[in-house]
């Protein structure tokens, strides 16, 4: 069935850089958009950005507009959040998701990789 595995994210101060990794295991996912969506405590899930199959159409959310950058390499069959001047409300567990259309999520999620930003 394959699954979603994230990587990259831990703790950082207000104003710096992460990089999130989604690579695919077990199947590829090269034929579907790919996603980020992030939770945070006491917070439903939320949509972060996308981008379709070919890699030619992004979309982000307003509150990660010109901050974050999503992009995919298909050969390593592996997608990309580059989060920069991470701020406090970042903080949340970041979710890799396949399948889905525009801002709305898939069948497929990864486990989740944890993102805290301090101020």
């Known amino acids: 069935q394959g699954q979603l595995v994230e990587s990259g994210g831990g703790l950082v101060q207000a104003g710096e850089s992460l990089r999130l990794s989604c690579a695919a295991s077990?199947?590829?996912?090269?034929?579907?958009?790919m996603g980020w969506f992030r939770q945070a405590p006491g917070k439903e899930r939320e949509f972060v950005a996308t981008?379709?199959?070919?890699?030619?159409?992004?979309y982000y959310a307003d509150s990660v507009k010109g901050r974050f950058t999503i992009s995919r390499d298909s050969d390593k069959d592996t997608v990309y959040l580059q989060m920069n001047s991470l701020k406090p409300e970042d903080t949340a567990v970041y979710y890799c998701?396949?399948?889905?259309?525009?801002?709305?999520?898939?069948?497929?999620w990864g486990q989740g990789t944890q993102v805290t930003v301090s101020s």
């Open positions: 981008i379709t199959r070919s890699g030619g159409v992004t």
């Open positions: 998701n396949s399948g889905g259309i525009a801002t709305m999520a898939g069948s497929y």
């Open positions: 077990g199947r590829t996912f090269r034929d579907y958009s």
